[in-house]
């Protein structure tokens, strides 16, 4: 024991391993500075995530400025972030007057911006999924001459690098407006307060990249339509809500070139109000399963009745918009049961408006799952709630299409 402890206490001190890596030569690992190559924790796609779940969108403008602010920081911590913060940053973009602004003359000036940032940085382009511009001036006004030059500047370079799913137009005043907007050739387009004059020199626009299948009008004046019917031969969607008295015969007409094709429909005349070719339309609507008629279901059972049988073959599904007319809980949900008794569709959709489903349509779900009647509910935020590029009836209603074609696809596979 003795002896160990002195050979203990004699013995030479355990070189450091940094000393026996360097005699033998072997290679130290890199200092890292600012200049050297290091690999990111996270990669790109997991901080995207991370920015979707923490910083989510928003259904209104106010929402969506704050959300565009807090990307735009995130952009400036690191050259790590940058990419995916720009790429979630440019994922919805809007072009809008601002929230203290009613003149056109501010988002003239945007599209400007926009224009000079994607021609400086074309990748930025490729991050747009939906666009919205809003011209944002009263429907009375006459816009300038600029705003369809920034606009068709603005489109082509878009054009390069073309990803975008959704363009929506808000206060538009042209034909030629519209062409650009369609050609931009997005699978959704919606216009929104816009109004679309006689062309002056009556000629048939051309739409070169045209593939829309979804295609919406939120209260527009139709004084003139002039697309050539084969141009909407893939359209499978069509909403339109509140439609202008001056511009019902244009877009009755357009309806029956486009029947054929729509397999969901959701069309409002106006409240009490139909018109009289309007029914006439359903017997060309051979592949139509969805069916939003707020106007149609509002009338007497016979109508009803008669107008449904048109369609050549059965709906999948019936929208009803849950105290669409005035009145209680009670006569909505009494017109409810009325319409399930006829059996006009396999199923029934009901959408509603409150924060929180009536009591009135629980009570009905909850009675008629019982008797094997399938009624499905959803809170839809209605159309003039959201300025911003949120949720509208007209996209609540092409997101409800998808869910349930999609549902009756896989029960005619099962």
């Known amino acids: 024991m003795h002896s160990s402890a002195n050979s203990t206490r004699g013995a030479e001190p355990l070189p450091c391993a940094l000393d026996v890596l360097a005699s033998a030569n072997t290679p130290l690992a890199p200092t890292f500075s600012y200049t050297s190559p290091i690999h990111p924790l996270l990669l790109p796609e997991i901080i995207s995530t991370i920015f979707q779940l923490v910083i989510p969108d928003q259904d209104d403008d106010e929402h969506w400025q704050s959300r565009s602010d807090v990307l735009r920081s995130c952009a400036l911590v690191c050259s790590t972030w940058r990419a995916p913060a720009q790429e979630e940053l440019f994922r919805n973009t809007i072009v809008a007057p601002s929230l203290s602004s009613h003149m056109g003359g501010s988002v003239l000036r945007k599209m400007e911006e926009l224009t000079e940032t994607l021609d400086h940085e074309p990748i930025l382009a490729g991050h747009i999924r939906r666009l919205e511009v809003n011209f944002g001036t009263p429907r009375w006004t006459k816009l300038s001459p600029e ?193 399930i008794e006829l059996e006009l569709a396999e199923k029934i959709f009901v959408v509603y408006r409150e924060d929180t489903m009536p009591l009135d349509l629980q009570f009905l779900v909850r009675m008629n799952g019982r008797t094997g009647h399938i009624i499905r509910t959803r809170r839809i935020v209605p159309d003039g709630q959201n300025a911003g590029i949120g949720i509208r009836w007209s996209e609540g209603f092409m997101r409800l299409t998808e869910e349930v074609l999609r549902e009756e696809g896989n029960a005619v596979l099962e």
């Not at 990803?163 to 407006?177: L, T």
């Open 147 to 339: 705003h369809s030059s920034q606009l068709e500047k603005l489109f082509a370079i878009l054009q390069l690098e073309n990803k975008i799913e959704k363009v929506s137009a808000r206060n538009i005043r042209s034909i030629e407006d519209a062409v650009t907007v369609m050609s931009l050739g997005a699978e959704l387009v919606e216009f929104v307060d816009c109004d679309f004059p006689t062309s002056a020199d009556g000629a048939t626009p051309v739409v070169p990249q045209f593939r829309c299948q979804q295609l919406a009008f939120i209260v527009c004046t139709f004084l003139s339509w002039p697309f050539p019917a084969s141009l909407f031969s893939s359209l499978k969607v069509l909403c339109i809500n509140f439609v202008m008295s001056d511009g019902l015969a244009t877009m009755c007409h357009f309806l029956s070139v486009v029947a054929p094709h729509l397999s969901s429909l959701s069309i409002h005349f106006g409240r009490g109000y139909r018109p009289d070719d309007g029914s006439s339309l359903f017997y060309s609507m051979k592949h139509l399963r969805i069916l939003d008629d707020p106007t149609l279901l509002a009338q007497n059972e016979a109508v009803i009745r008669t107008t449904i049988a048109e369609l050549p073959e059965r709906l999948y599904t019936l929208v009803y918009r849950w105290k669409y007319m005035e009145g209680t809980d009670e006569m909505t949900g009494r017109k409810l049961q009325e319409l």
